[in-house]
C-alpha cells in the first residue's frame, strides 16, 4: 500500500519552491527521487499534480503519495567491514576512503550498499529505489563513521534526527592556510554552482542554509597548513569541503575544491610526496551520535584517521616537535 503524507505549508513563511520545500519535508528521498515522483504526478497541490517550480506562497495543502520501493538490480557482494555496531535495528560502520556509498550509472559494484546486503540479508529498503536504507552519505573519498538501517522505523527515526540536526558529527581535516582564531562558524547557505552543475557553492542563486562550526588543532606555521575539527550543524552536500575552500582554505588534496592544485607550491618534498601519496581529499568523519529509534538510548561511535591520513600527520607532528593527536571522543 503507497503511503500518503498530508503537508502544508503555512501562512507567514517565506515563498519558497515547492522541490526546495519538499526536499526539507522528506529527507528520506534523494533529489532525484523527489523529482521523479513529482514528473510522476505523485505530488498534488491543492488536489492537482504540481510542478517542481510552483512557488508556494502560504496555506497550500499538499498531498505527497510515495510509491513502495521498487526491486533493483543490485547484487551482494562479500566485501569486508568494519562494523563499530549492529543490532536488528541498525548498523554502524567506518567507511574506508574510495568506497562508493550508493551504486550509480556506472559504478553499480563496489559500493558500501554491495557490501551491506550481503552482510544484512535483513537490510530493509535498501534494494528500494524510493527508500534506500542509508540515511546520510559520505563522498567517495572520505572515510569515516555512517549508520545504515535495517527496518522502516530505524529509517524514518534516524532521517528525521538528520532533518531536525540533532545528530552529533565531527570530522577531522588537514587544509591549507592558517585560520586566524581558533575556533569559529561558518554560516553559509550552500546550492549548486551557478557554472559548473557537478559542484556546491555558496555562491549559488538560491540555497540552502549550511552551518560548520571549526576548531583548530594543530598549526603547522611553516608549511601553512592547520589540522582542524569540524562540527555539522546542518548536513549539505560537500559542505565542509565547500565551505572552507570558500574561505581559501581548501583541503588538502581536494581534486574538485582546489586542494590539488596546491600541493606544487609546498616546498618541503617529503611532504609533497606524502600528499601526492595520499590522493584525495584529507576528511575524515570521526565522530557519529545519534538517538537509537528503538531504545531511546543516546549512542555514539568513532574511529581515528585511518593510516594514509595518519602518515601524513605524524609526519607533520614529528617535524614540529609536536605530541601527536590523541583521538579520543
Not at 308 to 329: C, N
Request: glycine share 8%; with cysteine.
Amino acid at each position: 500500500m503507497e503511503p500518503v503524507r498530508h503537508i502544508t505549508f503555512d501562512r507567514g513563511r517565506a515563498p519558497e519552491r515547492l522541490d526546495r520545500f519538499l526536499a526539507d519535508q522528506l529527507p528520506d528521498l534523494s533529489r532525484s527521487q523527489l523529482k521523479k515522483l513529482i514528473d510522476e504526478g505523485g505530488v498534488l497541490l491543492q488536489g492537482i499534480p504540481a510542478k517542481a517550480g510552483v512557488k508556494l506562497r502560504g496555506g497550500e495543502s499538499l498531498q505527497v503519495t510515495v510509491p513502495d520501493p521498487i526491486p533493483v538490480a543490485t547484487v551482494s557482494q562479500d566485501i569486508p567491514l568494519r562494523i563499530l555496531y549492529e543490532d536488528r535495528h541498525l548498523i554502524v560502520v567506518d567507511k574506508p576512503a574510495g568506497m562508493v556509498v550508493h551504486p550509480a550509472p556506472g559504478h553499480q559494484q563496489d559500493t558500501l550498499v554491495n557490501a551491506l546486503l550481503f552482510h544484512c540479508r535483513d537490510l530493509s529498503g535498501i534494494g528500494g529505489a524510493l527508500r534506500p536504507g542509508i540515511v546520510h552519505r559520505l563522498d567517495k573519498d572520505t572515510s569515516g563513521v555512517m549508520v545504515a538501517t535495517k527496518t522502516d522505523l530505524a529509517h524514518g527515526h534516524l532521517a528525521q534526527q538528520f532533518k531536525d540536526h540533532s545528530v552529533h558529527r565531527r570530522y577531522v581535516a588537514l587544509l591549507y592556510g592558517l585560520l586566524t582564531t581558533e575556533r569559529g562558524t561558518i554560516d553559509q547557505a550552500i546550492g549548486r554552482h551557478p557554472r559548473h552543475r557537478q559542484k556546491m557553492s555558496t555562491t549559488c542563486r538560491s540555497g540552502r542554509r549550511a552551518v560548520t562550526h571549526w576548531q583548530v588543532l594543530r598549526s603547522f606555521v611553516d608549511d601553512r597548513l592547520t589540522l582542524a575539527e569540524l562540527a555539522l550543524e546542518t548536513g549539505r552536500t560537500h559542505q565542509i569541503r565547500v565551505h572552507l575552500s570558500e574561505q581559501q582554505h581548501p583541503l588538502v588534496g581536494d581534486p574538485v575544491y582546489g586542494g590539488a592544485g596546491r600541493c606544487k607550491n609546498l616546498v618541503d618534498d617529503q611532504l609533497r610526496r606524502l600528499v601526492q601519496d595520499l590522493g584525495r581529499q584529507a576528511l575524515h568523519a570521526r565522530l557519529l551520535g545519534f538517538v537509537h529509534p528503538e531504545t531511546g538510548r543516546y549512542l555514539e561511535f568513532s574511529s581515528p584517521p585511518p593510516r594514509d591520513l595518519t602518515v601524513l600527520l605524524d609526519y607533520l607532528t614529528t617535524k614540529y616537535h609536536q605530541a601527536p593527536v590523541v583521538w579520543s571522543k
